[in-house]
């Protein structure tokens, strides 16, 4: 009966063993395959950023700033947006060609960038792709009036348009 135990302990041991030989021995194995699927390809790298159409050095000085969630408050948001221009809220030019502006919840400034996409929309962001979770798309410029709006879903909701107004250089 003793004999018996060890056996059975031996035996499932060694079967254990010939388990794990035999499945490390399937991963560097290459089977044929029967399926007429073709290969997948490769995936792409990261393509490198795109420059957008408008410049830095566009939106950089004095902006009142006020924001909407629905389109039809736009007009009296830019009015809004004017009236702030007593306290405004200054985009700073960056030291590597980029713009000094907040990302959403963040109480420092930072440079972010300005970067186009194959779409031909315009997002202004940390370094990295367009389009990125902490991106906000340029919904529209016309040099005087700059509308933004977070990719973020959540920060897009607490934000909602923001609506930049050009100040009146002072005299």
């Known amino acids: 009966m003793v004999w018996s135990r060890n056996a059975r302990a031996v035996g499932n041991l ?15 194995m290459s089977l044929p395959s029967f399926s007429s699927a073709p290969p997948a390809a490769p995936e792409p790298g990261v393509a490198p950023e795109m420059p957008a159409t ?7 000085g004095r902006w009142g700033l006020a924001s909407f969630q629905s389109p039809n408050d736009r007009a009296r948001t830019e009015a809004a947006a004017r009236s702030q221009c007593k306290q405004p809220y ?6 590597s060609g980029g713009v ?7 109480a420092t400034p930072q440079e972010l ?3 186009g996409s194959p779409s031909g929309k315009n997002y202004i962001g940390p370094a990295g792709p367009a389009g990125g979770e902490q991106d906000r798309e340029i ?3 016309d040099g005087r ?5 977070f990719i973020d879903k959540d920060a897009a909701v607490r934000y909602g348009n923001m609506v ?3 100040c009146a250089s002072r005299a």
């Open 14 to 28: 060694g079967i254990a063993s010939a388990l794990t030989i035999f499945l490390g021995a399937c991963g560097s």
């Open 90 to 95: 200054v985009i700073g030019a960056g030291s």
């Open 139 to 141: 919904v529209s410029f």
């Open 113 to 115: 960038r300005l970067k």
């Open 54 to 60: 408008i410049r830095s050095d566009e939106i950089v």
């Open 145 to 149: 009036v700059l509308i933004t709006r």
């Open 100 to 106: 000094i502006m907040h990302l959403a919840d963040q």
């Open 164 to 166: 930049y107004v050009r």
